[in-house]
């Protein structure tokens, strides 16, 4: 799995292109349907000009150690993970027009406000990166 990978880029690569998810160790499913930016582009536009996020649905920001919610409308779970994808720090709907950092974050997944409480995400805890079902089928 992903915890011999040196990084989320090279995890993301093995994963596809196709679909990709992040599980917990304990098998919970943390985001059934991740996107990941980790390109110059991607990374810049963010979730700029979307009206929100699906439950389920998320960005993986890579590389990523801080976010702004300028210009944005609505709030998000930021949930920061380090290189070997072990959550950081977690802030919980991160509003527009605020900042969020966290040190010895690598990448940041951003979910919809209120996701990573229902989903049961805590700090210090391993995530993987997998293929989605429907891009294993």
């Known amino acids: 799995m992903f ?3 040196p990084s989320a880029r090279e995890s993301s690569a093995r994963a596809g292109r196709a679909g990709r998810r992040l599980v917990a160790t304990d098998g919970r499913t943390v985001c059934d349907r991740l996107a990941v930016a980790d390109t ?3 990374r810049l536009r ?3 000009g979307r009206r929100g996020l ?10 990523c150690s801080s976010i702004h919610m300028f210009f944005m409308r609505f709030a998000v779970d930021a949930v920061f993970l380090d290189r ?5 720090r ?3 709907n991160l509003r527009p027009w ?3 950092a966290s040190n010895g974050a690598r990448s940041v997944l951003e979910l919809a406000a209120g996701e990573s409480e229902r989903r049961g995400i805590r700090t210090g805890e391993a995530l993987t990166l997998v293929p989605s079902a429907r891009a294993a089928a």
């Open 54 to 63: 699906a439950p389920g649905e998320g960005l993986l920001l890579h590389p």
């Open 3 to 5: 915890r011999s990978a």
């Open 90 to 92: 977690v802030v919980p």
């Open 84 to 88: 070997e994808l072990h959550v950081v």
């Open 46 to 48: 963010g979730l700029l």
């Open 98 to 100: 605020r900042l969020a």
């Open 40 to 42: 110059f582009f991607p």
